[in-house]
């Protein structure tokens, strides 16, 4: 095998491995979102209390507790950008929520770092 075809090689299997890890970070994304506005209270594997806080729509003071139920199909995650070092990771995704009472669009940073084979959200910017 020539030093060429075996750079392109190396080169191609990091690019995968990149890829892979990617998409894995993005479906983690989804989760942590999901479980931080749904009012799960099993967001522990996945985030710290602080980034449940200042993700959840009641925790943050947008919508009164007795007014806000969770539907999922209200729920739009724009694409998932993650820039990762495959055990630390910074994304950038856009989250939309609207119902009949109240609605937002708002990016959001987050950044993880994988804990225990799941991606784990230590922090959050969301800028409204």
């Not at 998409?23 to 967001?43: F, V």
């Not at 820039?83 to 990016?107: A, I």
């Amino acid at each position: 095998m020539s030093r060429k075809t075996l750079i392109l090689l190396l080169t191609a299997i990091f690019v995968i491995a990149y890829v892979l890890f990617g998409a894995w970070i993005a479906q983690d994304t989804k989760i942590i979102l999901k479980k931080a506005m749904s009012g799960e209270t099993d967001y522990s594997n996945y985030m710290n209390q602080s980034t449940y806080h200042r993700i959840n729509p009641i925790e943050r003071g947008i919508e009164k507790e007795e007014n806000f139920i969770y539907d999922k199909k209200s729920h739009r995650l724009g694409l998932v950008f993650p820039l990762h070092f495959f055990f630390v990771s910074k994304v950038f995704v856009t989250q939309q929520y609207e119902n009949d009472r109240f609605g937002l669009k708002e990016p959001v940073n987050l950044n993880l770092r994988l804990k225990s084979g799941k991606w784990y959200a230590t922090s959050v910017q969301i800028k409204p």
